[in-house]
């Protein structure tokens, strides 16, 4: 079964630093691959998908930017923090070719003070 | 455009008694219809889905959902509430036809409390 391992699974950082947060899959090859970030444990909102490597689609402008350097590597990053930028952030996945259901890591939950 | 609506930000159940947590949608064509359970800090983990056949699903933890397509609703029910069922659930939906990778539409989520 398909498996996604999600890290780290808490950041506490200053406005303005850096931000890399990743996730690998396993289990299932070509998955197409998203990030989310979910605001005071309510709806989801997309932020990026992939569906391959390098190739990356942007949901929402704004400070953060998604690499996918390979198959299974998904990562969120930003070069520098700003307050809004905390939340609950969810990595996903879907096998390419099924019925559209996805999997899902355990979250990054960052607070930017 | 697809869209998922889920009427309740809450509902409070006594245990032993059965739930039903509420869920429409709108999609063009034919709709892959998917229940989603998170519970605190944690990722979502998948309950059941619906793409064809038979209207009453059954999925995890003795969940089970019906798909009625006149009313466009796939509302979750189970018979016998546990308190460890409280948690957020979340309704998503995909349409057949959408080729766009972005996937699924998700509902804003139902807090469900079963109080002992």
């Known amino acids: 079964s398909q498996t996604i391992h999600q890290w780290p699974a808490t950041l506490v950082q200053p406005v303005g630093s850096p931000l890399s947060l990743e996730c690998t899959v396993e289990?299932?090859?070509?998955?197409?691959l998203y990030w989310y970030r979910q605001a005071a444990g309510r709806g989801l909102q997309l932020l990026f998908y992939s569906v391959g490597i390098g190739q990356i689609s942007s949901e929402v402008p704004q400070n953060l930017s998604a690499s996918r350097p390979q198959d299974r590597q998904f990562i969120l990053s930003s070069k520098k923090l700003l307050l809004s930028d905390s939340g609950f952030y969810l990595c996903a996945g879907r096998t390419s070719g099924n019925t559209g259901e996805l999997f899902f890591g355990e979250g990054s939950r960052l607070t930017v003070l | 455009a697809q869209s998922v609506a889920q009427p309740e930000d809450q509902v409070n159940v006594a245990e032993g008694n059965p739930l039903t947590v509420k869920c429409t949608y709108s999609v063009s064509g034919n709709p892959y219809l998917f229940w989603y359970v998170q519970y605190p800090n944690r990722g979502l983990q998948f309950l059941l889905k619906y793409i064809t056949g038979d209207n009453l699903v059954k999925g995890s933890y003795g969940f089970e959902a019906e798909f009625n397509k006149s009313q466009t609703s796939f509302h979750l029910k189970k018979p016998s509430a546990l308190v460890s069922d409280s948690a957020l659930y979340f309704c998503a939906v995909r349409g057949l036809s959408s080729g766009s990778a972005r996937q699924l539409t998700f509902g804003s989520g139902t807090q469900l409390t079963v109080l002992p």
């Open positions: 289990g299932t090859s070509n998955p197409n």
